[in-house]
């Protein structure tokens, strides 16, 4: 059995579970169900106020096989492979680690490419 942090454990999966921060979930599902949706988003904050957490959220809801919405399945492969964090076409950075130019340099090489199995 490996070892997790209480904390990843029980991170939410979806919008519902998701405590505080409503004006920022508001926005997010009112873009998904309206299908307008902005070109990028910047999650920014203090550590453990749920960055990681929203964007992993939106990239579910952006990628499930379901379709587009705020209401997500959580049981495709798409889902699981976010959760787990082996979904192909997701890249997560990290910004305070990764303050280099060169890390700024491979992003954006790694960006240009179009979508293996996502559809953003």
Known sequence: MSYQVLARKWRPSN?????????????LINAL???RLHHAYL???TRGVGKTTLARILAKCLNCDEGIGSQLCGKCDACK???????????EVDAAS???VEDTRE???NVQYSPARGRF
């Open 15 to 27: 919008f519902s579970e998701v405590a505080g921060q409503a004006h920022v979930l508001k926005s």
């Open 33 to 35: 169900d309206n299908q």
């Open 43 to 45: 999650f920014i904050g």
């Open 81 to 91: 492979e976010i959760d787990e964090g082996r979904f192909i076409d997701l890249i």
């Open 98 to 100: 990764r303050t280099k």
């Open 107 to 109: 992003l954006l090489e």
